[in-house]
Each structure stands twice: as C-alpha cells, then as structure tokens.
C-alpha cells in the first residue's frame, strides 16, 4: 500500500458575476492520526501526513504521558483493515511506564 502525498489536485468551481468556472487547485491534504502509547489509545488528530513519528511522541511529551521514560520504539500499527489504518495509527512504545 503506498502513502498518500500531502498535496491533492481537485477541481474546484469558481463562481463570479459572469458565469461559473471549474479550475484546477492543489490542496493540502488532512487524515486522522491514532496514537497509542504502550498499547493504549491516548488520542487521534488530524494531520497533514508527513513526519508522523514525531508528532506522535511529541504529543505524548507535551501531554507529559512519557513521564520521563525513553521512548524505545515508534511505528505505524494495524489495528483493523490494512485500507482503514495503512499509515494512520502509531504506536509509541516506552518499554513499560
């Protein structure tokens, strides 16, 4: 399964006093981000996809749920089907708090 990129071309419909248009745009891409910490759920977010990692165990710090334990390992998860969670869980383990 390949992860999708952080820009999106849509078309989008552009309307003024004259008539409507559709015109090419580049978005950004949003997806849910579940974050698990030894196991358990602690939260999900939206996030433009990219440097997930970090986001994870970034915000288990500024939550102060790591509590001073290293963070031993960090990586995507599949919890359910491979379509539903492909890139959009992450598991952050600290070896046990």
């Known amino acids: 399964m390949t992860r999708r990129g952080r820009l999106e071309r849509r078309l989008a419909r552009r309307?003024?006093?004259?008539?409507?248009?559709?015109?090419?745009?580049?978005l950004a891409s949003e997806e849910p981000l579940a974050i698990e910490l030894d196991g358990t759920r602690v939260a999900t977010t939206m996030r433009t996809p990219g440097h997930d990692f970090e986001l994870a165990v970034g915000f288990c710090h500024a939550e102060g749920l790591l509590a001073g334990h290293p963070v031993r390992t960090v990586r995507?998860?599949?919890?359910?089907?491979?379509?539903?969670?492909?890139f959009n869980v992450v598991s952050v383990s600290t070896g046990g708090r």
């Open 15 to 26: 309307h003024e006093s004259t008539g409507s248009t559709r015109t090419p745009v580049v």
């Open 76 to 86: 995507y998860c599949g919890t359910g089907s491979p379509v539903e969670t492909a």
